[in-house]
Every structure is written in C-alpha cells, then in structure tokens.
C-alpha cells in the first residue's frame, strides 16, 4: 500500500523527523509533521492525510493532548485512520477512542516496536480499516474493565491468545507467536469467548470488534 498520505504529530523533534525519513523511505507521503494537537487539526483540514500518527503527550500540558485530538479528529472525520504511537498506555482516552469504533483505529508503544517494518505494517492495517493494538496496551485496557470477574477466569494461556485476537491476528499467526497448534488456538478462543459470553464469529475482524466492546464495556 506504497503512496500512503500520512501527518504525524509529535512533539520530540528528533523522533519527529526520524518518522518522516523512516516512512518518506518507505513510499509513504508525509504531508504534514507538526509538534502540538492544534497545528495537526489544521493540517488534517488542509492536507486530508489518508492516515494518522500521533503521540499521547504534547504541548502545552503534555499529559493526553494527543488522544483527545484522535477523538476530535474521528469525529469531525468519521472513519479517519489514526495511529497512536506513544511511550504510555492513557487507558480513559483509549476506552473512548475505541468507543467510537475500532475500524481503523490503531495503539502502538514506542519501546516495544522492535522493527520499522512493525510500524509500517501497523499502518498500513489501519488505514486499510484494520486494527493495530499492543498486548500491553490491550492487557492495561483489560485491568481498568470493570467485568474484572469474568476476565479473571481466563488462564494465562487465554490472556495471551485475547491480547493477539485483540491485534487482529488470525488463529494461524496466534499459533505460530505462542508455539502451539492451530487446533489449540481454536479450544482457547471457544473457552475465551464462553468465559466472557461473547458470541463467536467466522471472521477475524468481528473478533476484535466483539473484544473490545468488552473491554470497553
């Protein structure tokens, strides 16, 4: 999905720049990258970016700017692709960004993207209208549902299994990044959707959506 027109706002100047050469190397178009929540309103107004990054801490209070920008922003553009890209999971402001539907909607942190490729991927999903979320981010969103009763049967094992569906990966990729069989992954989701009285789905997407609802409920 090269040519992707994206407007990054963060306000460290030299990880700023860094994603602008990461991803102009890439094939993607940055048409904007901006340090505060006010200059990337105005830049989506005028430049339309097909996609979204923004940080949670910015100017002036460096507290949740960010997200409560990503919000503004889907409202006044239903079905902007945003990815939040930040050091911190803001569990108030991801429930509500999330709440306002998970197409295209993406959390990643900082310090456990490993590769640029995890990136661009992630980006790639959710201006598609996919959703990216860390198992960090997931597992905090997890801990501030208040049906911690229903969540607290699940097993380890179906822990790590909700955090990859969360991610929107399919049964084989949650085979393959836990080391089991696809038939197991299969047991666990049927226990996890039971556990949480979710019905099941055919598709993965409808997985995820049906995940976090719950987590936002």
């Known amino acids: 999905m090269g040519g992707l027109r994206v407007a990054i706002a963060e306000d460290a100047a030299v990880l700023r720049e860094g994603l602008v050469g990461l991803l102009a190397a890439r094939g993607f178009e940055v048409v904007a990258a901006v340090a505060d929540a006010e200059a990337l309103a105005a830049a989506v107004d005028a430049d339309r970016p097909e996609v979204v990054v923004v940080d949670i801490r910015m100017p002036p209070t460096h507290t949740d700017e960010g997200l409560r920008a990503a919000i503004e922003l889907r409202r006044r553009h239903p ?76 097993t380890p094992r179906e822990r790590e299994v909700l955090a990859l569906m969360a991610e929107g990966r399919s049964n084989a990729a949650i085979a393959a990044a836990l080391y089991v069989t696809p038939r197991a992954v299969e047991k666990h989701i049927s226990n996890i959707f039971m556990k949480l009285d979710l019905p099941e789905s055919e598709t993965d997407h409808q997985r995820v959506l049906a995940v976090l609802r719950y987590l936002r409920s």
């Open 79 to 154: 079905g902007l692709p945003v990815l939040v890209f930040s050091q911190y999971v803001e569990t108030r402001y991801a429930a509500e960004l999330l709440g306002g539907g998970a197409d295209g909607v993406g959390y990643l942190l900082k310090d456990r993207v490993a590769h640029v490729r995890e990136l661009v991927e992630a980006l790639e999903r959710v201006a598609a209208g996919g959703t990216a979320l860390d198992p960090e981010v997931v597992t905090q969103l997890v801990g501030a549902s208040r049906r911690t009763d229903r969540l607290d049967t699940l």
